[in-house]
């Protein structure tokens, strides 16, 4: 069994060094070769931690060639702002590196599985991976994967079979026991156990088995929403198009608006670069002029914008789960 533990600037260290106690562990008690490589996009050279600064060697590049598991762990910052050593800054810089082609590519290769700690399977959704596929992170960054097309579920460990992903910073010791488990057996797993005076949480989860019966309690229905009735500080002039910039953490992005009424159906289009995608769920809430759309640059996702208008000005900002909110300004053209 090969393991390739992927460093990248920012990265947590407990993510890294947790699985990679657990794995080296294993090879001691494994008839079976078990190496642990940590590993970096770039190849061999000094990778800094996020938060303390601490270099680990990474000793070689990702080699998609060598059968076996590559882990992915998240990243350590700020959770209090949206500055540049916050999380969500220091993933979106991870997708923008080498890192993002290699594992594009190690998705679709049979004989690797792919795994992820906590952030790590933002750095996947993040970079349009993980549509449609199950998966879990930290509960900070669960509605991320909602918005990049993922279907998020609430369990410690998802296992969706090429796919392992675990939760929270500490889910890194359960996601390797559970590979241990899976690839060499409960044996050395639970050898594993005993020696880390450790016990794995909760239940692997996995899409299959009998779905359980939806609870009214655990999951309500919400209620129908109903057009409010407008009030005096409603938006009532916010027809025309529109020439918006989006200032984002990784550039500015221009964006035409175009928004009107068709049988009295508020609606709308935008458009970037040759790009059109509709706006999603139009609304008006008190003085706030609300909808949704799916955006492929500079990543894959589904951004909910909240502005106001005043005259021929209009500002607010969009906002994709646990990413930091965008300023947008722009004006009326018509």
């Given at each position: ?36 490589k ?56 991870a ?25 790590g ?29 993922a ?8 296992d ?31 050898a ?6 450790h ?24 209620a ?31 964006v ?16 970037q ?29 589904t ?23 965008s ?8």
């Amino acid at each position: 069994m090969h393991i390739q533990i992927v460093l990248f600037d920012g990265f947590d260290l407990l993510d890294a060094i947790a699985p990679y106690e657990v794995f080296t562990a294993a090879a001691m008690y494994s008839n079976e070769e078990v190496t642990v490589k940590l590993v970096s996009a770039e190849g061999n050279r000094l990778v800094t931690s996020g938060v303390n600064h601490l270099q680990i060697q990474a000793s070689e590049k990702l080699d998609l060639s060598r059968k076996g598991i590559i882990l992915i762990p998240g990243a350590s910052g700020s959770v209090l702002d949206n500055g540049p050593d916050s999380v969500p800054v220091k993933l979106q810089q991870a997708t923008e590196t080498e890192l993002s082609h290699l594992l594009k590519e190690a998705m679709i290769k049979p004989d690797i599985l792919l795994t992820t700690v906590c952030g790590g399977s933002c750095i996947l959704a993040m970079g349009g991976l993980l549509e449609g596929r199950h998966a879990v992170t930290h509960h900070m960054g669960m509605d991320l994967l909602s918005v990049t097309g993922a279907i998020p579920i609430n369990a410690r460990v998802v296992d969706d079979g090429n796919l392992i992903t675990g939760g929270g910073v500490t889910s890194g010791l359960d996601v390797a026991l559970y590979l241990v488990e899976r690839e060499l057996g409960p044996q050395i797993a639970h050898a594993v156990e005993q020696l880390f005076e450790h016990e794995r949480r909760g239940t692997i989860w996995k899409a299959e088995g009998n779905v359980p019966k939806e609870s009214k309690h655990e999951n309500p229905v919400e209620a129908t929403r109903q057009p409010s009735t407008i009030q005096s500080n409603e938006i009532y002039d916010f027809q025309g198009k529109w020439d918006t910039t989006i200032s984002t953490p990784i550039g500015k992005l221009s964006v035409l608006i175009d928004l009107y009424t068709n049988d009295g159906q508020k609606v709308g289009t935008a458009k970037q670069g040759e790009e059109i995608v509709p706006l999603d769920n139009l609304s008006i809430e008190g003085n706030q002029l609300k909808w949704s759309m799916k955006v492929t640059k500079p990543i894959s996702l589904t951004l909910k914008f909240s502005v106001s208008i005043d005259g021929n000005q209009m500002v607010g900002e969009a906002k994709a789960g646990m990413l930091p909110s965008s300023k947008l300004i722009g004006h009326r053209l018509t």
